[in-house]
């Protein structure tokens, strides 16, 4: 029997696979559909201060290899959240990490505060790509020290771990990156989604009520794969791999690239089994490749680099 | 197309309005939710479906005894009214405190029921008018479609009763199934619950109606699903209470609680 | 008879679909198989000073949704493409827009005096995502001073139509855009790949002999459709659309967006007939809309924008 | 898999070595190249496929009669050795300069032909040797596998004159094509003309055999690709005149000419 157990930022996960922010609401949504104890973590949708309404609907729409979200993080709030979504999640058999998202890197600490002293909450995700948090033309997830002041406010308001969520969209996500360790974060999640729009042609209106969502699917992957690999050389914290992936091999990928553990979240809804399918495929291939921790994926892709060996046609 | 399919596990219960999500293939993100249209003595569920783009092609194509994916049956489908009880509905008037002040009782006379579809709609409700027809509810049949050709009224179980409009005239009634029903449910009583299903402009009219006559009234809507379980929020409606999910919390919805589309009314948020 | 032509930068292109650096060769590569005729513009592979032997392959991958494609701006190199590749080019029944990259504004000024000066050129494409032109953290495309530099050095050097080529991969896009606007382009292509990476589960290896690669094909469309759409707020000369286009209603949906005209790669791969159902269906829409320029079409999902009103079940 | 072709449009003529590039599907972005494996007296196209993923499961699946887009012949094929001529092939000695050092001519004697495939390999071949045959070279065929099941030496025209070799050996020679080709070619004459498909590691150990035994070697390679029509310089190789395409300046290369791959010689830039 393969040990399918990771441990990622002090975490010691059942399995590398974790459920991404918003896609599976607190948890309970999802019951009787996936068998929790053979998901390492769920990540709760994205929590703020105040419950949102999100976005004007629709907030769907299909595309080639993906799809776009402008959910604009609905969500019921701090208070509904401490009351009641947290407690349900915390019943699952599943360690919870809850996302967070504040306008301020004071709104950030108060969350993390009040959701980290809580005994549900294994660690905390802070989603620093808040559509809310406007500002001129350089977002906060693009900005080296606006993430580094919200890293360093939630350092200090909780003893869980951080894990940093980054946004795709960045040309220096590296700087970022290092920012983030810099002020604390114990690990990165590389990476969320990509803003995107589509248009329907017949009606000639945006697809999406916020005509702009995020880009998730298969279509990311290579993206936040590339982003994986290239952030796994420049820090020293543990990698989450995030995007597009739905089958045993995706996640490979990103562990091979670097990632010590990995997100599903889009692959859900075409079909809650993916967890399955995932973990039977993890548990197949480490038997195959004689690996008896799956920590051994991590960053294999670096040691043996030698894609012109390949032999193709054998 | 009728779709019919053999469970290899039987749903227990299926409530009218209630819908499967569907797998329809790798190429497409996300599954595609179809009103379960009818369950056969032997349990398989029936799925009326309109070609509409790739997903339904993609059904339209499968070979007799192919396998699919599918899962339900998932959200809340129409409450139904009691033919023994006078009143209104007895969920939407007891269980759901949202819906309360929308389901007036008529108190003496047996409640009756007007089905009124439009379009591919009518998948909605076959089960509805079936199970009210089982009940013995005295229930009146509106139907309508672009043409004649286009018309579902067949597909109901009693088709003679069917009253059809067509927006072309070329078959009954000349104009939408909402005029049609305006104009022939005059003799219907107060305590005469509208059940609807069809395109959302035809529902927010037929919400119009059914408010201007004191009758209570229930909307099938659809909206674009991605996780179909309440999840996602992705799915959601305008509704006084802020956004619905039509996944969860329908897709059926008391017409008293929904904000017409396009109206200026705010969401009160969440 | 709808007319399909359409001006752009000045160009009046016989339709508004034009063939992708890269992807179409210098064009002659694709005789027989292509009716130029119906073809507004080819953009010749990019060009350099001197000749490129590109990148160590493999240099292809596929993605879902897309692919992966690492050349490396292998070309003939400036005496080459001038001497013999675009006289061939020039000889096909369509407008011939060279796309030329150096890797300094001077460079970029020589190639575009050289390559402006031949009766062939219709107009120039500015390159300005090549991966040599190799920068601390911040590369020329992401940077609105280091275009500026390179369109003003282009400027100085050619009278002919300037089409700048932006990439995706930048959070600020539009001040690049709008410094670029501001020097002298006078259209924008929007835009090139993202980068990505895919790895081989099996050999362990990154797909890609050069590790990574840009990311092309209809998974890149929603993300290049939203620039498109927000960089045609910002400024005021056309933009041609690129990314994923593999059909009319793809191409409909970057027009809409405020696209004058879009670029076809990728989708050639699986099909060089993909130019003849494009151009057939875009005459065929224009037909039911009653359109009688395809000019009314750019732009045009701003005008009517109900996302809400859309009527789905009828 | 044999899967054969009816063309609507006919090939004018065909190389034994070019190949055609096929539509698999709109879940492929690229399509997949197959060599032309075969011409039957009807025109039809002959391809000889392996499974291996998405693409060539999709046409595994297809229904006879199904109708499918390809492009072809595409590429440079194998030059024919000339039975009635003495020497080597006239085309790689002769119009391509190359190649012209590479292809010694051995005055006298007839020349004679090699066959050796590797795997899938027998596909790239099958139609060489066929024309061999058919033109009275005096040709020997080596073919080899993995395992005894995985043999394709039945394919071939005259499968009886077939020398095979298995990996495991479970049928034939003990060992890969190359280790028999190496052990029974010694005592043909320097004026055979070696003719090479499959994996590149046995492809680079054949042409080092060949090139100490002064005979002329042709190899036909395989890359993934996206255009076919050396537009996107996507499916290179390495040779000694910097990154040469697979699908115009090959797939069939003279071996003198290619750079075995791991090697450290350098791209000399182009
Ligand atoms: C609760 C519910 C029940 C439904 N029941 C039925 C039914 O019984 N029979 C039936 O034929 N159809 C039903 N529909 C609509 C059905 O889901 C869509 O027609 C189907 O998803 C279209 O898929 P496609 O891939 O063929 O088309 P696509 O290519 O995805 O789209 C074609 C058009 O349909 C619209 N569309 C796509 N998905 C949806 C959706 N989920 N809701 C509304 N519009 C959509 C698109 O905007 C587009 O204009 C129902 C929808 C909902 C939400
Ligand atoms: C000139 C040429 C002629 C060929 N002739 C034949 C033939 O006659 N019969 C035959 O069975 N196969 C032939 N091949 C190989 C064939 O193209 C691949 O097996 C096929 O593309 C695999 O597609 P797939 O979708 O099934 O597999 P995929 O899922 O795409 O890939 C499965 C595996 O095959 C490898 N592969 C994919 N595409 C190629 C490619 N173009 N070249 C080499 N390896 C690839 C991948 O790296 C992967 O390891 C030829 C290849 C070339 C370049
Ligand atoms: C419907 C939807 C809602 C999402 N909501 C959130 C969110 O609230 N917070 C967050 O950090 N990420 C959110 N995401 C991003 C996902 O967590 C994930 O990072 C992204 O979708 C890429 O992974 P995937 O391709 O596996 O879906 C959401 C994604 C989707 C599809
Ligand atoms: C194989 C390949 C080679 C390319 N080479 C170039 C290039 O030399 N110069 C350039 O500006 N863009 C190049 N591109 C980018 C394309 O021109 C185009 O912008 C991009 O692929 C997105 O469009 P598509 O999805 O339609 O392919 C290349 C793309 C591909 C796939
Ligand atoms: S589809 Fe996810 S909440 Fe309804
Ligand atoms: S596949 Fe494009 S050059 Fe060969």
């Known amino acids: 029997m393969v040990d399918l157990s990771i441990t990622v930022a002090g975490l010691k996960l059942a399995t590398p696979l974790m459920l991404a922010s918003g896609t599976v609401g607190y948890g309970p949504e999802y019951d009787g559909l996936i068998d929790f104890t053979r998901v390492g973590a769920i990540v709760t949708k994205t929590v703020t201060p105040r419950p949102r309404a999100g976005n004007t609907p629709p907030r769907l729409a299909e595309t080639r290899g993906g799809m776009l979200n402008s959910i604009g993080l609905e969500n019921v709030g701090l208070d509904g959240f401490l009351s009641e979504k947290l407690a349900e999640a915390g019943r699952l058999p599943t360690l919870v ?85 810099a002020a604390g974060a114990d690990a990165l999640v590389v990476a969320n989604t990509l803003p ?70 889009t692959a859900l809804f075409r079909s809650p089994s993916v967890v399955d399918q995932i973990v039977d495929g993890l548990a197949k291939h480490a038997v195959t490749d004689g690996i008896n921790c799956l920590s051994g994926y991590t960053g294999a892709a670096k040691e043996v680099e030698t894609p012109c060996q390949r032999t193709r046609a054998d | 197309m009728l779709l019919t399919c053999r469970l290899l596990t039987q749903f227990e219960t299926v409530e009218p309005g209630q819908f499967v999500h569907v797998d329809t293939g790798p190429e497409r993100t996300f599954r595609r939710p179809f009103s379960v249209a009818g369950v056969t003595p032997a349990g398989e569920v029936e799925l009326l479906i309109e070609l509409r783009g790739g997903g339904t092609r993609a059904l339209a194509e499968l070979p ?127 305590n005469t619950t509208v059940y609807g299903c069809g395109p959302r402009a035809m529902l927010d009219a037929l919400a119009v109606v059914a408010g201007e006559r004191g009758m209570a009234c229930e909307l099938s809507l659809e909206e674009m699903m991605a996780c179909g379980v309440g999840a996602c929020r992705g799915c959601v409606v305008s509704t006084v209470d802020g956004y619905r999910t039509v996944c969860k919390d329908g897709p059926v919805f008391n017409a008293s609680v929904l904000v017409p589309e396009g109206s200026a009314m705010e969401v009160a948020g969440g």
């Open chain 1, 97 to 181: 990490i809850a996302s967070v998202a504040g306008e301020t890197p004071d709104e950030f600490a108060s969350l993390c505060e009040a959701v980290g002293e809580r005994g549900e909450t294994a660690g905390l995700e802070l989603n620093v790509s808040c559509p809310n948090v406007k500002r001129a033309r350089r977002p906060l997830w693009a900005d080296p020290d606006g993430v580094a002041a919200v890293v360093t406010a939630a350092r200090r308001a909780t003893d869980k771990p951080l894990f940093l969520k980054l946004s795709p969209n960045a040309a220096d996500v590296r700087s970022v990156a290092e920012a983030g360790e």
């Open chain 1, 196 to 265: 995107g729009m589509r248009i329907d042609v017949t009606t000639r209106a945006p697809m999406l009520g916020n005509r702009f969502g995020g880009l998730s699917g298969p279509a990311l992957l290579p993206v936040n794969l590339a982003l994986v690999w290239k952030l796994s050389d420049s820090v020293g914290i543990p990698i989450v791999g995030s995007g597009g992936i739905e089958r045993t091999e995706d996640a490979l990928e990103y562990m091979m690239a670097g990632a010590s553990a990995f997100q599903v979240g």
């Open chain 2, 64 to 190: 007799v005894g192919a396998s699919l994916t599918m899962m339900g049956p998932l959200g809340r489908g129409f409450t139904l009214v009691d033919a023994r009880a006078a009143g209104a509905p007895s969920r939407a008037a007891e269980s759901d405190p949202r819906a309360a002040g929308a389901a007036p009782r008529a108190a003496g006379a047996a409640p009756r029921a007007a089905v009124v579809a439009g379009g591919i709609g009518v998948a909605g409700v076959r089960l509805l008018a079936q199970r009210l027809f089982e009940s013995g509810v005295d229930t009146s049949l509106f139907v309508g479609a672009r043409t004649a050709d286009a018309l579902l009224d067949a597909t109901l179980p009693e088709p003679d009763a069917v009253r059809v409009a067509t927006d072309d005239g070329s078959r009954g009634f000349h104009g939408t199934v909402c005029d049609l029903f305006t104009a022939e449910s005059v003799d219907l009583p107060g």
